[in-house]
């Protein structure tokens, strides 16, 4: 997981998982050191921009695959920007 930091939006990406059986990614969200939440379900590209963010607070991001069964994978590495 790669995220860039804008005054307007953070820009998440990461790779792809390649297992034929994946539906969705979960992508989540912690402001500061607080715990994460469920920021956005059912996510179907390797990209996404958060444009839910204020300027000068701390954010960390992390994300999951979830397959045909519902069955979720553990969360990624998290990644943590400043947003200016």
Known sequence: LAAINGAAAVQLSW????????????????VAEGEFSLLHDKHTT???????VRSGQRFR?????????????????SVEVQVP
């Open 15 to 30: 790779e792809r998982n390649t297992e034929p059986d994946v539906a969705h990614y979960r992508i989540y969200r912690a």
């Open 61 to 77: 991001y992390a994300v999951s695959a979830v397959d045909r069964a519902g069955n979720e994978s553990a969360q990624s590495n």
């Open 46 to 52: 390797a990209t996404y921009a958060d444009a839910q």
